[in-house]
C-alpha cells in the first residue's frame, strides 16, 4: 500500500481515538477534567510529532464543523474562543512537543514524561492565557482554577501513558501491527 495512503489512515484512526475519548470528562469547574490529554499523549508517543500533530488538527476541526467531540460532549467554534478554547489549541504544542521528544530520543523511558510534561506545561500556558483574556481573572486565581487542580490527575495520565507508549513503541510492535494488516 502506498506510504501516503498508510499515514492517511493512521492520522485518521487516530483523530478518531481523540473523538472518541475527549468527550468523557469530569465537570470541576469552568475546566473540567478530559481524558483528551491521555489520548493525545499516547498517540504523539506512538506515531510521532507529524502525524500526531495532524491527528489533533483533525480533531479540532471535527469538533469546529459541531460534532460534540470537545468535553462534556460539546463542539462549535463557540468552545474554541470560550474559556477552555486555550486548552483545546493547546493540544497541538502538546502533541508536537511529547512526539518530537520521544522521536529524538527513541528508546529512552526517561524521555516519555519529560516530553509529555513540557507539552502539559505549553498547553497549560496557552490555555490559562486564553483563560485569563476570557474571564479577565488574574493569574493566581487563574492558575488555581485551571491547572492546581489538575496537575495530580495530568501526573497520572502521564505515568500510564509514558509506561503504555513505551511497551508499544517496544520493538515496533504496534507500527507493525498495524502496518502489517494493510
Not at 510492535?173 to 502489517?180: H, R
Request: aromatic fraction near 12%; proline fraction near 4%; glycine fraction near 10%.
Amino acid at each position: 500500500m502506498n506510504k501516503k495512503i498508510k499515514d492517511i489512515a493512521i492520522i485518521s484512526v487516530a483523530a478518531a481515538m481523540i473523538c472518541v475519548v475527549s468527550p468523557v470528562s469530569i465537570p470541576i469547574g469552568d475546566i473540567p477534567i478530559s481524558l483528551a490529554t491521555f489520548i493525545i499523549y499516547l498517540i504523539a508517543a506512538i506515531i510521532g510529532p507529524k502525524k500526531g500533530t495532524i491527528s489533533v488538527l483533525v480533531y479540532i476541526l471535527v469538533g469546529i464543523i459541531g460534532v460534540p467531540v470537545f468535553s462534556n460532549y460539546r463542539a462549535g467554534i463557540s468552545v474554541i474562543v470560550g474559556v477552555t478554547g486555550g486548552y483545546i489549541v493547546g493540544y497541538i504544542p502538546l502533541a508536537l512537543l511529547t512526539g518530537i521528544f520521544i522521536y529524538k530520543c527513541k528508546g529512552k523511558i526517561w524521555m516519555y514524561p519529560i516530553g509529555m510534561i513540557l507539552g502539559t506545561i505549553v498547553c497549560y500556558f496557552i490555555g490559562t492565557i486564553w483563560y485569563m483574556f476570557n474571564t479577565h481573572n488574574n493569574l493566581m486565581g487563574s492558575l488555581l482554577v485551571c491547572v492546581v487542580p489538575f496537575l495530580l490527575f495530568d501526573l497520572i495520565k502521564i505515568v500510564l501513558s509514558s509506561v503504555l507508549a513505551y511497551l508499544m513503541n517496544k520493538d515496533g510492535f504496534f507500527l507493525y501491527i498495524i502496518c502489517k494488516k494493510w
